[in-house]
């Protein structure tokens, strides 16, 4: 099992950059597949980016390729979400989630992570 906490979220202007980090707890962090999701006022939950267990394979929503970069640290059992170029259209509140040998096909569906962090807000102003 593993407990995440985002962090990193706040206020930005269109163009700028913010780095999200989500922390994990427990001793086998290296063993999750783990992806960004948001969701923005009224709408569902989207897929963002996801990593493998390996940190070998990401994946990225069309919205963001090119300007986020997930990455993971397992030496401090973090990952992270590199935000650059950011845009109104990107506000929402970030959560990070874990699937133990993840992710799985279904990489960009929400319910292939059984584990998620509480969301850290991010509002990019035009």
């Known amino acids: 099992q593993v407990q995440l906490v985002e962090s990193g979220g706040g206020l930005v202007q269109a163009g700028g950059s913010l780095r999200l980090s989500c922390a994990a707890s427990?001793?086998?962090?290296?063993?999750?597949?783990l992806g960004w999701f948001r969701q923005a006022p009224g709408k569902e939950r989207e897929f963002v980016a996801a990593?493998?267990?390996?940190?070998?394979?990401?994946y990225y929503a069309d919205s963001v390729k090119g300007r986020f970069t997930i990455s993971r640290d397992n030496a401090k059992n973090t990952v992270y979400l590199q935000m650059n170029s950011l845009k109104p259209e990107d506000t929402a509140v970030y959560y990070c989630?874990?699937?133990?040998?993840?992710?799985?096909?279904?990489?960009?569906?929400?319910?292939?992570?059984?584990?998620w962090g509480q969301g850290t807000q991010v509002t990019v102003s035009s």
């Open positions: 989630a874990a699937d133990l040998w993840g992710p799985k096909r279904e990489y960009d569906a929400a319910p292939a992570y059984n584990y």
């Open positions: 427990g001793r086998t962090f290296n063993r999750y597949g």
């Open positions: 990593l493998s267990w390996s940190g070998g394979t990401t």
